[in-house]
């Protein structure tokens, strides 16, 4: 007798989202050094940065060389600012390649890389946060024209849409398109055009016609 094993496949598993390093550097000098200070201080010592790029020795040195040629461009010793101008420079730019140092190991640890971010003083820019669209008409660049665009409908939907200029007795076609946007031109400057479209997709079909809205036409 022959016994027939079936193998099973686990779903795959989303991976957590990318957490993007920020690294907002202040403009004034004492500030600047204030915080590469604090991020020297939280990489120092930190499991998750075992080989800083660059070294976290060599990043004191500059802030410290730093410090010295803002007291002296403070004291107005000539040709300080300068050096100090020059020195700001290096650090920033140390401190950017920290930044991706601590980037590439956030990206190998998905999972706590928010966390890894935050444990070297560094900030996780914020992801933009978009408004679902909805369905809106707006004036076209010229008189009787309308621009419309309504929300996605997915990859392959297309879109037919529809005016009507008696209040929506009578509605009439506008060219259909493959993007959730068009611009319906000719219409009667001075007058209230409502619109509504549907969206065709290869699963669903075709859809069904959306709430009217209205627009004065100039």
């Not at 496949?9 to 990318?18: D, E, L, V």
């Not at 300068?82 to 730019?93: G, M």
Request: glycine residues 8%.
């Amino acid at each position: 007798m022959t016994t027939t094993t079936t193998a099973t496949t686990k779903p795959a598993t989303k991976s957590a989202p990318r957490s993007i390093v920020a690294l907002k550097l202040p403009g004034p000098v004492p500030a600047l050094i204030s915080l590469a200070r604090a991020i020297v201080q939280s990489m120092t010592g930190n499991a998750a940065f075992a080989t800083p790029v660059p070294a976290l020795a060599d990043v004191t040195t500059a802030i410290n060389s730093l410090a010295t040629s803002e007291a002296a461009a403070l004291a107005r010793t000539q040709g300080a600012v300068a050096t100090r101008n020059d020195q700001r420079a290096a650090l920033v730019t140390m401190l950017q390649e920290l930044q991706g140092y601590v980037q590439k190991q956030a990206d190998a640890n998905r999972d706590t890389a928010t966390a890894i971010v935050l444990s070297a003083g560094m900030q996780v820019r914020k992801a933009p946060v978009r408004a679902p669209r909805v369905f809106a008409a707006k004036p076209g660049t010229v008189s009787g024209a309308v621009k419309l665009e309504a929300a996605s409908a997915g990859h392959r939907a297309s879109y037919e849409w529809q005016y009507s200029t008696d209040g929506g007795k009578t509605w009439v076609f506008a060219p259909a398109t493959t993007q959730g946007k068009t611009t319906v031109a000719g219409l009667p400057s001075g007058t209230t055009v409502q619109f509504r479209y549907l969206a065709v997709t290869p699963k669903g079909g075709q859809g069904d016609w959306s709430p009217a809205v209205s627009l004065l036409v100039k």
